[in-house]
C-alpha cells in the first residue's frame, strides 16, 4: 500500500461513526491504557505495561505495513462534538501476492465492548481486504479464537464467517483449542 488507508463505518442510530486507519505514535498513550484491561490481556498476545513496549508495537505494525503482509487498523469512534477515542483494533495479516487466504483479528477497549464496536469493524475490515486484495488472489479469510471467547464466536458468525473446525491449543501461546470460522469472498 502506497498510500495510506483510511476505512469508515458510518454512524447507526445507537453509535457513533468509527474511524479505522493505520496506528501511529499518536495512538501510544492510549494503546497502553486500553492494555490495561485484565480482559484484553486474557486474550492478547502481546504485552504492553508501559509506552515503550506500545511504542515498539506501533513500529511493528508500521513496518508491517510498509512491508504489505499486515495491515493493523486503530478503531476510533468519531462523534461530532468530541475527539476521536480509541476503541479497537482490527488487523489483516498474512497476506501474499497468489496465496488464496490471508487471517483477521480483533480486539475491543473494555468502554466499547457490546456495542456492536468489533462487528462493525470487522465488516468495514472485510469488505476492504476482499476489495483490496481480490485481484492478487485472495478468495476467504479466516478468523481464529479460542474455544472459550464467546464473543469473538458471535461477531464472527454476525459478519458471515461460518464455523469450520476446532483447532487443538498449541502453548505457551494457545493455552486453549481454538475455532476456525472462515469467509469466502462473494462470487
Request: charged letters at 25%.
Amino acid at each position: 500500500m502506497d498510500a495510506p488507508v483510511i476505512l469508515r463505518s458510518a454512524a447507526t442510530p445507537t453509535a457513533p461513526a468509527l474511524l479505522l486507519r493505520p496506528w501511529c505514535a499518536r495512538d501510544v498513550a492510549a494503546l497502553v491504557e486500553v492494555y490495561r484491561d485484565p480482559v484484553l490481556r486474557r486474550w492478547a498476545i502481546s504485552r504492553m505495561d508501559n509506552e515503550d513496549e506500545g511504542r515498539r508495537w506501533v513500529r511493528a505494525q508500521e513496518r508491517s505495513w510498509a512491508a504489505g503482509d499486515r495491515f493493523a487498523f486503530a478503531v476510533l469512534e468519531t462523534a461530532p462534538d468530541a475527539s476521536p477515542r480509541l476503541v479497537g483494533n482490527v488487523v489483516l495479516k498474512e497476506v501474499a501476492s497468489g496465496k488464496p487466504s490471508a487471517e483477521v483479528g480483533y480486539w475491543t477497549a473494555a468502554r466499547a465492548r457490546g456495542r456492536g464496536i468489533a462487528s462493525r469493524a470487522l465488516s468495514t475490515l472485510t469488505a476492504w481486504s476482499f476489495e483490496a486484495f481480490r485481484a492478487e488472489g485472495l478468495e476467504c479469510l479466516e478468523l481464529l479464537h479460542q474455544v472459550d471467547n464467546s464473543a469473538s464466536c458471535r461477531v464472527a458468525e454476525k459478519n458471515g464467517y461460518r464455523f469450520d473446525a476446532t483447532l487443538p491449543a498449541a502453548p505457551p501461546t494457545y493455552p486453549l483449542d481454538g475455532h476456525l470460522h472462515i469467509r469466502r469472498a462473494a462470487a
